[in-house]
């Protein structure tokens, strides 16, 4: 077991970077695991383009850098490209749950493929929100009311349709960014939205959305290998 564990996540944008540097980053440091969030790079892009296509060059780059580091990823499931490994099968399963599994179990499949040489098996932990990085901030309905002024009802409905956070819909209209949108035009992904989940604390998403939770334990163990 060593002292400590770094481990680099590709991020999707500058808003789940920011949410990594500021929430999680300081609360994994305390376990001696160091995360390093980097956004997907392109020449003359930065997020918003999530083929897998892209994503590969990425984690062909951070696994071939250093033998001892780790890699995650933390990009929406409702941003993925249809190249991207698993989404046919994930799209049939009928509950957040079975496709996360779905697609993270071929996502490391194809990375073991192509990069089982780099110690991927052992070193790639791969992870696709559920439905995105929004849905997190209805683990606490009354909290995002009051950040955003509005009725508490209006979450509570939302989630009564859905059943938790990590089951808002992926679709253009109802997606979690969507219906805060459609919410308060108070909310901005990058700056309101940071400031609902450090609101709401790290505590209170983990008991609501369990998809998030696993990943993130899956990351505080590193440290134990």
Not at 40 to 65: T, W, Y
Not at 83 to 100: C, F, H, I, R
Not at 147 to 165: A, M
Request: with cysteine.
């Amino acid at each position: 077991m060593s002292d400590y564990a770094e481990i680099v996540v590709l991020v999707e944008g500058p808003t789940e970077k920011i949410f990594i540097s500021d929430i999680l980053v300081p609360y994994l440091a305390d376990k001696g695991v160091f995360m390093i969030p980097i956004i997907i790079s392109k020449p003359g892009q930065k997020g918003g383009d999530v083929k897998f296509a892209r994503v590969k060059n990425d984690i062909e780059l951070h696994l071939k850098q250093r033998p001892d580091t780790y890699l995650t990823l933390f990009v929406d499931y409702y941003g993925i490209k249809n190249d991207w490994p698993g989404l046919d099968e994930a799209k049939e399963q009928s509950t957040p749950k079975s496709k996360a599994e779905r697609i993270n179990r071929a996502t490391k499949t194809v990375v073991n493929k192509l990069f089982r040489d780099c110690g991927s098996e052992r070193r790639f932990i791969p992870y696709i929100a559920m439905h995105e990085f929004e849905a997190l901030l209805f683990s606490e309905p009354q909290e995002l009311a009051k950040q955003l002024n509005v009725p508490q009802s209006k979450i509570d409905r939302i989630l009564l349709e859905c059943g938790e956070p990590e089951n808002i819909d992926d679709s253009p209209n109802a997606a979690p960014s969507k219906r805060l949108e459609d919410l308060s035009d108070r909310f901005k992904k990058t700056s309101s939205g940071i400031a609902i989940a450090k609101a709401i604390g790290l505590t209170k998403i983990r008991e609501s959305c369990p998809i998030f939770t696993t990943w993130l334990r899956s990351v505080e163990d590193l440290r134990e290998r």
